[in-house]
C-alpha cells in the first residue's frame, strides 16, 4: 500500500528536489546556529542528519517547516520559495508533515481526533473521509486498536507512531523527524524505527535527524554530517561509516561506537 504523500521508490531523486536550502544563516543571538548551510533532498530520497548535540540539526529542520525564521539565504519547498508572511507559511507548513521529540498530540483529543483535525481544518476534508484515512493510516503504524484513547493513555512508542499518522494525514510532501526516538525507552524505539523505516520504503521523502546510527546506515539514502553550525560532510552511509571524508566525522564516529560499546 502506497500511502499520501509517496512515491514509487524506483523513480526516485527526479526532477526539482522537494527541498533546496540555499547558504542558510540563522542566528539565536550571538550564537551562529547555522552557518552558510546549503542542501538538497530529492523526491523519495531519505536524508539522516547526524552530529554531536548543539550542531543545529534541530534548527535546520524546524526553518524547512518555517517554525524558525532564518536570517540570511533561501529556503524552497518543491521548487517554491518559502514565503515570509504568516498567513502563506500555514498553507506552506501543510505540505510539510513534522514529527518531535515530545510527540506534541493535543492531549485533551483522543488519538483518531488527533489525526482528523488537519485534514478536516485545513485540507477541507470531510469528516468521514478524514476518519477512513486516519484509520487506515493508524493501522499502517500500529495503533489503530488505540484511536479511541486520550494520547496519555499510550506508550511513549505509541504516541510517537500516532504522531506520524497525524503528519501523514495532511499527505505532505516531505516528512522531517526531530530526534524521533530520544524521548523513549530503549525497548519502544525499535517499534517507532519500524514504521520509519516502512514509510521509507513506500518512498515518502524523510529528512531524520537522528543518533540511532544503525538507522542512518541501513534507511538513509544520505547521510548529512552537521558540526557548530555547518555541513561539515554528505556522503553515502557506506561511505560516511566506513570512510568519512573529514577528521571530525571521523572523532564523532568513534565516541559514538564507544557508548554503544560502552
Given amino acids: 500500500m502506497i500511502i499520501p504523500g509517496t512515491v514509487d521508490r524506483g523513480g526516485a531523486h527526479a526532477g526539482e528536489p522537494v527541498v533546496r536550502l540555499e547558504r542558510v544563516g540563522k542566528h539565536f543571538g550571538n550564537l551562529h546556529v547555522l552557518d552558510d548551510v546549503s542542501l538538497t533532498l530529492s523526491r523519495g530520497e531519505v536524508a539522516a542528519v547526524v552530529g554531536p548535540s548543539g550542531s543545529g540539526k534541530s534548527t535546520l529542520c524546524r ?38 521529540q ?5 492531549p485533551h483529543m483522543t488519538v483518531l481526533q488527533n489525526v482528523i483535525v488537519g485534514p478536516i481544518h485545513v485540507r477541507k476534508m470531510s469528516k468521514a473521509q478524514a476518519v477512513e484515512q486516519a484509520m487506515r493510516l493508524l493501522d499502517r503504524v500500529g495503533v489503530k486498536d488505540q484511536a479511541d484513547k486520550l494520547p496519555a493513555r499510550l506508550s511513549g512508542g505509541q504516541q510517537q507512531r500516532a504522531a506520524i499518522a497525524r503528519a501523514l494525514a495532511m499527505n505532505p510532501k516531505v516528512m522531517l523527524f526531530d530526534e524521533p526516538t530520544s524521548a523513549l525507552d530503549p525497548e519502544m524505539v525499535e517499534e517507532v524505527l519500524d514504521a520509519m523505516k516502512d514509510l521509507a520504503s513506500s518512498g515518502m521523502t524523510m529528512l531524520v535527524v537522528t543518533h540511532e546510527m544503525t538507522f542512518a546506515r541501513q534507511v538513509a539514502d544520505k547521510v548529512i554530517f552537521m558540526c557548530e553550525g555547518h555541513i561539515v560532510e554528505t556522503s553515502s552511509p557506506e561511505q560516511f561509516f566506513s570512510d568519512p571524508k573529514t577528521e571530525r566525522a571521523r572523532q564523532f564516529l568513534s565516541k559514538m561506537h564507544a557508548v554503544t560499546i560502552h
Avoid: C
Avoid at 524552497?76 to 508533515?97: E, F, I, M, N, T
Avoid at 515530545?102 to 493535543?106: C, E, G, I
Fill in 63 to 100: 526553518t524547512i517547516n518555517a517554525l524558525e525564521r532564518i536570517d540570511s539565504g533561501s529556503i524552497y519547498l518543491d521548487g517554491v520559495l518559502l514565503p515570509s508572511k504568516a498567513a502563506q507559511l500555514q498553507r506552506v507548513r501543510a505540505d510539510v508533515g513534522m514529527v518531535f
Fill in 102 to 106: 515530545a510527540f506534541n498530540l493535543f
